[in-house]
Nanobody
Framework: QLQLVESGGGLVQPGGSLRLSCAVS????????IGWFRQAPGKEREGISC????????TYADSVKGRFTASRDNPKNTVYLQMNGLKPEDTAVYYC???????????????WGQGTQVTVSS
């Protein structure tokens, strides 16, 4: 059974860093692009990053560009989101999602994790 499990969220002060992990099981990760999303209370879900199946290509929303970095370790079936320079407006539940596409060109995401809470506050 294909499953995605996020971890690494928590409470961090403004300017701090967190690294989220997305552990994927039930499928070989080599053939799937992975997206990262977030949803803050009362707001729509926002796509913030996508990393291609090989990791050679990444995309970022303007809101996180230059601060967040997606990476992946396919042998470990895990994808990461390094978040630096966190701001209070980054507070949200963060999700990873898997697509059957190799790249990040308008992917359709078929499977989602349960999410991990990130709270940025002093």
């Amino acid at each position: 059974q294909l499953q995605l499990v996020e971890s690494g969220g928590g409470l961090v002060q403004p300017g701090g860093s967190l690294r989220l992990s997305c552990a994927v099981s039930g499928v070989t990760l080599d053939y799937h692009a992975i997206g990262w999303f977030r949803q803050a209370p009362g707001k729509e879900r926002e796509g913030i990053s996508c990393i291609s199946s090989s990791g050679a290509s990444t995309t970022y929303a303007d809101s996180v560009k230059g601060r967040f970095t997606a990476s992946r370790d396919n042998p470990k079936n895990t994808v990461y989101l390094q978040m630096n320079g966190l701001k209070p407006e980054d507070t949200a539940v963060y999700y990873c999602a898997l697509t059957y596409q190799l790249g990040c060109d308008e992917p359709d995401y078929d499977y989602w994790g349960q999410g991990t809470q990130v709270t940025v506050s002093s």
